[in-house]
Every structure is written in structure tokens, then in C-alpha cells.
């Protein structure tokens, strides 16, 4: 068996291009235009690469991008009044604050100072209990994107057993709510899991999402299941020059690959679906504030 490659790059160019013909409806309807404001703060190298790949595509599916870079020294008090500045700007929709923060500031308050209407990051307490109840809310991008992925290999999960090896407020527990939406029978494994490989083995839907590489083997895989690798993990490839890096998943790709119906890559999995659905939240964060329907795109 060699697995379908589940082309997440490719999923998430066709959900750009229907977001930006939603948001020319929207633009057309109400004479108004979707604005994301994203608050960077620091020098990290890696943050200032996803923001501006983020206002690049913003503004290439016609919203408005609207950039707050601070420096690592701001107060914990002025980055929390930037936020509120922002819940109350009419022309911004969607709020996201770039994590991590530098060290010195805390972003648990900082979340939990965005309107959770604006929570385009599915990420204060608000946005998690519309989540866990099953209201209509804003959901965590990342798993958003990977349920888009799963559903794209398999519309009906009703039924089917998932493991979700991950426990995370940013994506485990998130995306076990999702399934759970599309009544899979979901148990969360995690660093204590006991007999980790039997628990996963179990499962026809499998998420890795511990952030180490290759955790998950050929052991940990079940026959036909669909692998979903929300890891993305930095490490060393000396073979492609001294001290280059390259990006590999939670799950041993080839390996895995071999005994699953459908698998995503690292790169080109999950993570081009994670600003795909960032857009996504933002047209529909813009719905929602002014009483329209958020039409699924």
C-alpha cells in the first residue's frame, strides 16, 4: 500500500481563491472591506517571514492588512491597550497577536484582551467554549485546516475512530472538538498515554501534534488509516550544506506512508492551511459582526 498524498498546498490556493471571491461579495453587499490587523512584536525571524507571507495574501484577496509592529521592550500594559484599541476600530475585523511573545510579556492576558468577535486566532476562552459547545464561533486556524484536509479524503467520518496524540489548547483539544462535531469517537493521547503505538494503531482518523520529529512510526499506524501531521519540526541537514536546516513532521513519513489510505506531508500539509484559514475566519469574523450569515466557502 502507498498512501495518498494529501496536497494541502494545493487545498488551500482553492480555499483562497473562494475566499476571495466571497469577499468581493461581501465587499459588493455591503460596501465595506474585510481588515485584519496583525500585532507583531519583537525581531523573531520566523514571526516576521509568517507576517508578511500574511499581509502578502491579505491584501491579494482584497482585505484590508493592517500592521502593528512593536518592539520587544513595549509594556505588557501598552500592548494590552493596542488590543483594546483595535476592538474598538470598525474597520478591523479580525485581531491576531503574533505568538510566541518575547520574553517579558505575558500572552495570556493579551489574548483574553481581544473581543472574542474579533478572534480571528480562535484563541481566547470565549472562541474555545463556542467551540466545545458546538456554537457558531471562530475556530483555532490550524485545526480548521486540518479537518478541511481530512474531510477532503473522507466527507463522512460519522462513526470512525480517531486519535488525536496531542493535547494542546492550540490544536489538540481544538481539533478533538471537531471531530467530535462529525461524531468520530475520539480519545486524546498524550507524553503519558500508556502503550502510545496500541492506542494509535486503533485509530482510522490519526492526528500527530506534539511538536517532536518522528515521534510517530510505522508502529503507531494502522492499516488504511488517515494520517494527518500538524508537526513541523527544524533540524539539522548538513547534506544540504553547512548549516542549512529542513522541516519534518511528528510522523515518519515514508514509513507511515506505507501502511496509510491518505497522509499529509511537512512540508506542504497542514501548514499552508493555516493562513488559508486565517483569511477564512477573517471574512467570516466580518459576517458575523454585522448580523450576516457566515456562508460556508
Given at each position: 500500500?502507498?498512501?495518498?498524498?494529501?496536497?494541502?498546498k494545493?487545498?488551500?490556493?482553492?480555499?483562497r481563491?473562494r475566499?476571495?471571491?466571497?469577499?468581493?461579495?461581501f465587499?459588493?453587499?455591503?460596501?465595506?472591506?474585510?481588515?485584519?490587523?496583525?500585532v507583531l512584536v519583537g525581531?523573531?525571524?520566523?514571526?516576521?517571514?509568517?507576517?508578511?507571507s500574511?499581509?502578502?495574501q491579505?491584501?491579494?484577496?482584497?482585505?484590508?492588512?493592517?500592521?502593528h509592529?512593536l518592539p520587544?521592550?513595549?509594556?505588557?500594559q501598552d500592548l494590552?491597550?493596542?488590543?483594546?484599541r483595535?476592538?474598538?476600530?470598525?474597520?478591523?475585523?479580525?485581531?491576531?497577536?503574533?505568538?510566541p511573545?518575547?520574553a517579558g510579556?505575558?500572552?495570556?492576558?493579551v489574548?483574553?484582551?481581544?473581543?472574542?468577535?474579533?478572534?480571528?486566532?480562535g484563541l481566547?476562552?470565549a472562541?474555545?467554549?463556542?467551540?466545545?459547545s458546538?456554537?457558531?464561533g471562530l475556530?483555532?486556524c490550524?485545526?480548521?485546516g486540518?479537518?478541511?484536509?481530512?474531510?477532503s479524503?473522507a466527507?463522512?467520518?460519522?462513526g470512525?475512530?480517531a486519535?488525536?496524540?496531542?493535547?494542546?489548547?492550540?490544536?489538540?483539544?481544538?481539533i478533538?472538538q471537531l471531530?467530535?462535531?462529525?461524531n468520530?469517537t475520539?480519545?486524546?493521547?498524550?507524553?503519558?498515554?500508556?502503550?502510545?503505538?496500541?492506542v494509535?494503531?486503533?485509530a482510522d482518523?490519526?492526528?500527530a501534534?506534539?511538536?517532536r520529529?518522528h515521534?510517530l512510526?510505522?508502529?503507531?499506524?494502522?492499516?488504511?488509516?488517515i494520517?494527518?501531521?500538524?508537526g513541523?519540526n527544524?533540524i539539522?541537514?548538513?547534506?544540504?550544506?553547512?548549516g542549512?536546516?529542513?522541516l519534518?513532521g511528528?510522523?515518519?513519513f515514508?514509513?507511515a506512508r506505507a501502511?496509510a489510505h491518505?497522509?499529509?506531508?511537512?512540508?506542504g500539509?497542514?501548514g499552508p492551511?493555516?493562513?488559508a484559514?486565517?483569511?477564512r475566519?477573517?471574512?467570516?469574523?466580518?459576517?458575523?459582526?454585522?448580523?450576516?450569515e457566515?456562508?460556508?466557502?
Amino acid at each position: 500500500m502507498s498512501a495518498t498524498i494529501i496536497d494541502g498546498k494545493a487545498f488551500a490556493a482553492g480555499l483562497r481563491e473562494r475566499v476571495t471571491g466571497a469577499v468581493a461579495a461581501f465587499s459588493a453587499t455591503t460596501g465595506q472591506v474585510p481588515g485584519l490587523a496583525v500585532v507583531l512584536v519583537g525581531e523573531d525571524p520566523a514571526s516576521q517571514v509568517y507576517v508578511r507571507s500574511k499581509a502578502k495574501q491579505t491584501v491579494e484577496i482584497g482585505m484590508r492588512s493592517i500592521e502593528h509592529k512593536l518592539p520587544a521592550s513595549v509594556s505588557q500594559q501598552d500592548l494590552e491597550a493596542l488590543v483594546r484599541r483595535l476592538n474598538a476600530d470598525d474597520a478591523v475585523d479580525g485581531i491576531l497577536v503574533q505568538l510566541p511573545l518575547p520574553a517579558g510579556l505575558d500572552a495570556t492576558p493579551v489574548i483574553a484582551a481581544i473581543d472574542p468577535l474579533k478572534d480571528v486566532d480562535g484563541l481566547t476562552d470565549a472562541s474555545a467554549g463556542r467551540l466545545a459547545s458546538g456554537r457558531v464561533g471562530l475556530v483555532p486556524c490550524t485545526p480548521l485546516g486540518s479537518m478541511m484536509l481530512i474531510n477532503s479524503v473522507a466527507p463522512d467520518i460519522s462513526g470512525a475512530e480517531a486519535v488525536v496524540v496531542g493535547r494542546s489548547n492550540l490544536v489538540g483539544k481544538p481539533i478533538a472538538q471537531l471531530l467530535l462535531q462529525q461524531n468520530a469517537t475520539v480519545t486524546i493521547a498524550h507524553s503519558r498515554t500508556r502503550d502510545l503505538a496500541a492506542v494509535c494503531r486503533r485509530a482510522d482518523i490519526l492526528v500527530a501534534a506534539v511538536g517532536r520529529p518522528h515521534m510517530l512510526g510505522a508502529d503507531h499506524v494502522k492499516d488504511g488509516a488517515i494520517v494527518i501531521d500538524v508537526g513541523i519540526n527544524r533540524i539539522p541537514a548538513p547534506e544540504l550544506g553547512e548549516g542549512k536546516t529542513r522541516l519534518i513532521g511528528d510522523v515518519a513519513f515514508e514509513a507511515a506512508r506505507a501502511k496509510a489510505h491518505a497522509i499529509t506531508p511537512v512540508p506542504g500539509g497542514v501548514g499552508p492551511m493555516t493562513i488559508a484559514c486565517l483569511l477564512r475566519n477573517t471574512l467570516t469574523a466580518a459576517r458575523l459582526r454585522r448580523g450576516l450569515e457566515d456562508t460556508v466557502v
